[in-house]
Each structure stands twice: as structure tokens, then as C-alpha cells.
């Protein structure tokens, strides 16, 4: 090798080094199904969350944060794409993200990045409990940018089966523990690389049906059965967000990493202290209690630690590291619904420039900073209007005392509502159309891939109802509940 070309590899070598310091590692936390007011920070008069505590203190605090929609699927699409999630396909939950959308693992790949998930997936169309995320699942975790993964189709509890890249293994132990503990190995494997990381996990609790450790809930066993697993659940899962920041400390990655944590709707009803801190609607709902969850963002030293009543949401996750990497725009389909968060990270910015939509079978809604118009059925043609500042839980509707307000929130809403429908449509795609086809979404029990395991699975506690169900069982429909106010 000639002393120039040698020269030029050693300082190819410094300058990859030097690039990749410069990167912070990212890791996105998601809890599935956590209401708003489900932290000791907020209130909560029975849960005990001192490490999300621990990290609202160290970083920035979100009071107004909001996920993608009101269930699930449509959040984890949100977070991956910076889009609403009806542009991508994900209607609802179990509805398969199209390939033909661009990833922030796709994009951080293609920065250096090595990237994992773990935990729930529920981006391949399938629906039902958790189960492997099989080898040849075309819309697995890999197909959308992730080097490695250890994940299940949906949410999943105490001792889970999940998939290692498409190999089955029986995990022993708290689900919120078991994806931690994946997390971490990928941490200290990479590590040494001197190479930028990107983790997901996303939680399966406190989604039901509930199942935690008998020492987790200990502390609620004076509640009804239901809300003691329940909130046995948040507080593995708080446990293990304390795991996973000590260690981010122990291997002096917690200065070069920007940690977010949220969740992926609001809370649940019938849950009992309640899940939402109060606020109108649960998850299903474009209330403030079905969409506004916890938002944290924590990077020590450059976070400068506060609470802040700035209005954001998931889909702001994409574009802020994409401001942070600087990385070109085309690594997003575009149109893209959220905005950079980088600049609140050290100071308040004023009123937020762009509002946030939500789409949620025949539900609008629109948040412009401290107002919010909103529909429970677009058809209808009914609209509702609230200040948020004044009047967080949506107790007083000002539709008939500010008609020019709410005549100028609504076509905002309908203009940008519009915009959503030719994204459906797949005219923000080269080709123009939607190809392939998005796929139905199914049981997977139903499916002739998952055909070989039902037998032995039928002796597992979370999947016995679901196979014992007949060929061709439909869960019967539940009437629709008008979400009504708390009396003030």
C-alpha cells in the first residue's frame, strides 16, 4: 500500500470517528396504552413513578403532549414517519404500514446508524394478542430499517414469546424487563464500535388483557383486580425505564444520547384511580384524554431541564432528528405533519407555527396552540370548539360564542383534511398510486402462516380465548359511547 493511500485511509478513519462522536445515540420509549395522568409528576393519588420523575426533572417535560392518534398502530406509524397516520395506510389498529414509506430507521441507517426494536411491533397488518413477528413477514421490523430486532405483532405480558429476527424464543420475566434487557445487550454489543445506535422499545404494558408480577402489585391489591394488574404493569414498566437510564449512565452514554419517552395513546376507561388526570375522553377518543399522553425528552447537557406547555407530538420525533443530524428532507415522504422540537431544547419558542391534526375513523381534530376545534362525525357536519388553556378538560363548548373562530379553526381542519385524503390515496408517492395494494388486516390466528403453531399456543394463557373461538368468530361491536364532560 503506497504512503498516500495509506494517509488518505487514516484520515478517512479519524474523520468517520470524529462524525460518529458527533451523532448522538437516540433511543425512543413508548408505553402502550398509559394515560395522560398516570405519573406521580402529574398527581397520580395511588401510582409511584420515581424514574419518570427522575428523568421529567433532568429534561423536558411535555404537559402537552400528544400521540399520533387515539389507538395504537397509528402512533407507532406516526413516530416512524413524522406523518399522520392515515397518509401511511394505518387507519387503525393492526393495519400494515406501506412499504412504500421512508423510515426514521431507514434514514438513520443510511446516516451510520446501527439501528434495533424492541418490544411491540404492530405494523404488519395483524391483529390479536402478540405473537413472533415470523422470518418471512414481509413488513417486520427489518423490512423498515431495523438491523435487529427482538419483537411480537402486539402487545404482550409476563414471560412472552417474542422473535429474535425471526427465530422464536420463550423470555422469562416482566414484559416492560424482558425489552429493556434486549435493548441494553444491543447497547453494550455496539458500543464499543464507536458507532451511532437507534433503539425502539415499545412497551406492552399497561395494555390489557393484565397480568403483572405479584410484587408489582402488592401496592394495589384494595383495588378491583383489573386496575391492580393494571397498575402493577406501570410500575414494572417505571422500574424498567430506571434500569435502562442507570445503564445508559454506567456506560457514559447518558450525556450522548437523547432519550424520548410518551405513549401511544391516551388511557383507558374503567380503570380505577383513573387513567386520563381528568381529562374528557379515554383512548378511542380525539379528546384530550384519548390523544394528550406523558412526553419527555431527556439529553443531559444539552436539554436544559423544565416543564413546558408547548403544544407537540410524535410526529415532530422524525423532523427533530432530522434537524439534528442534518439530514437532507428527502429521507421524509413528504407531506410531513410534524416540526423540529430542537428549538425549545434550551429555551421557550412562542406559540407553535404549524397546528396538529388528527384523523380517527369518522373523528377530526385540530390543535392550534391554545385552541382546539374538533367533530365526532365529519359527515355530520357538527363541530366543537374549546380554549385548552382555559378549559383543559373540554367542559365548555365555545362553537356558539366565537363562530368566527371556530369558522376559521374548521377550514383549517378540512384544508388539511383534505390534504390527508390524496395521501391515502398514494399521490405523495412516485409512482403516484398505492402499490402494492395495502393488505387486509387480519388475525393472525387466521393466517396459514401462524397455522403450524396454534395447537401447541392453545395451551398459553394469552392466546387460549382466541384459538378456542370458532371458524369465522366476530367479536360483537360495542355500541358507541358520546364521550361526556366532567362536571367542573
Known amino acids: 500500500m503506497s504512503s498516500s493511500l ?40 395511588r401510582l409511584k413513578t420515581p424514574n419518570l420523575d427522575a428523568m421529567a426533572a433532568n429534561g423536558l417535560r411535555f404537559d402537552r403532549f400528544y400521540a399520533g392518534g387515539p389507538v395504537c398502530s397509528p402512533t407507532r406509524a406516526a413516530v416512524l414517519t413524522g406523518r399522520t397516520h392515515d397518509r401511511t395506510g394505518v387507519l387503525t389498529h393492526g393495519y400494515a404500514l406501506r412499504t412504500q414509506e421512508k423510515t426514521i430507521a431507514q434514514a438513520l ?9 424492541f418490544g411491540k411491533w404492530h405494523l404488519n397488518g395483524l391483529k390479536g394478542p402478540g405473537v413472533p413477528v415470523l422470518a418471512e413477514d414481509a413488513r417486520s421490523p427489518g423490512a423498515f430499517g431495523f438491523d435487529e430486532w427482538v419483537s411480537v405483532t402486539n402487545f404482550f405480558d409476563v414471560d412472552p ?37 437507534f433503539a425502539v422499545v415499545w412497551f406492552g404494558s399497561p395494555h390489557g388483557p393484565w397480568k403483572a408480577l405479584d410484587a408489582d402489585q402488592a401496592a394495589f391489591l384494595d383495588l378491583e383486580e383489573k386496575s391492580a394488574q393494571h397498575y402493577g404493569e406501570l410500575a414494572a414498566m417505571d422500574r424498567s425505564i430506571g434500569t435502562l437510564r442507570a445503564k445508559l449512565r454506567e456506560l457514559h452514554l447518558a450525556e450522548k444520547t437523547l432519550l424520548v419517552f410518551c405513549s401511544d395513546n391516551g388511557g383507558l376507561s374503567g380503570i380505577t384511580p383513573v387513567s386520563t388526570g381528568g381529562l374528557r375522553g379515554f383512548k378511542g377518543s380525539v379528546y384530550e384524554g ?12 444539552v436539554i436544559q431541564p423544565r416543564v413546558t406547555n408547548h403544544p407537540a407530538c410524535v410526529m415532530d420525533l422524525f423532523p427533530t432528528v432530522v434537524d439534528l443530524l442534518g439530514l437532507p428532507e ?96 398514494g399521490k405523495d408517492y412516485p409512482e403516484g398510486k398505492v ?44 355500541k358507541k359511547k358520546k364521550t361526556k364532560a366532567p362536571q367542573p
Open 6 to 45: 495509506s494517509l488518505i485511509l487514516t484520515l478517512f478513519t479519524l474523520l468517520s470517528a470524529f462524525a460518529a462522536a458527533e451523532q448522538p445515540h437516540i433511543l425512543f420509549v413508548m408505553a402502550d396504552d398509559m394515560g395522560w395522568g398516570q405519573t406521580s409528576y402529574q398527581g397520580h393519588p
Open 109 to 117: 441507517k443510511g446516516a451510520g446508524y446501527v439501528t434495533g426494536h
Open 161 to 197: 414469546l417474542m422473535s429474535r429476527m425471526g427465530k422464536i424464543e420463550q423470555m422469562r420475566g416482566d414484559s416492560s424487563e424482558v425489552a429493556v434487557a434486549e435493548a441494553i445487550k444491543f447497547l453494550e454489543k455496539h458500543q464499543a464500535a464507536n458507532k451511532p445506535m
Open 290 to 301: 384519548g390523544i394528550r399522553v406523558p412526553g419527555i425528552l431527556e439529553w443531559p447537557g
Open 330 to 425: 428527502s429521507v421524509m415522504v413528504k407531506p410531513v405533519d410534524g416540526m423540529s422540537l430542537r428549538p425549545l431544547f434550551q429555551a421557550e419558542t412562542g406559540p407553535r407555527r404549524h397546528p396538529i391534526g388528527f384523523r380517527y375513523h369518522d373523528m377530526r381534530a385540530l390543535v392550534d396552540n391554545h385552541h382546539k376545534v374538533l367533530t365526532n362525525n365529519l359527515a355530520e357536519g357538527s363541530f366543537e370548539l374549546y380554549d385548552l388553556q382555559a378549559d383543559p378538560h373540554e367542559t365548555r363548548n365555545l362553537a356558539t360564542e366565537q363562530p368566527e373562530r371556530l369558522q376559521a379553526m374548521k377550514q383549517k381542519l378540512l384544508a388539511w383534511d383534505a390534504t390527508v385524503d390524496a395521501s391515502f390515496s
Open 435 to 478: 402499490s402494492p395494494p395495502d393488505p387486509e388486516s387480519v388475525n393472525w390466528f387466521e393466517t396459514s402462516a401462524y397455522k403450524p403453531y396454534l395447537e401447541e399456543w392453545k395451551q398459553r394463557w394469552e392466546y387460549k380465548n382466541y384459538l378456542e373461538r370458532p371458524p369465522g368468530y366476530v367479536k360483537p361491536e360495542k
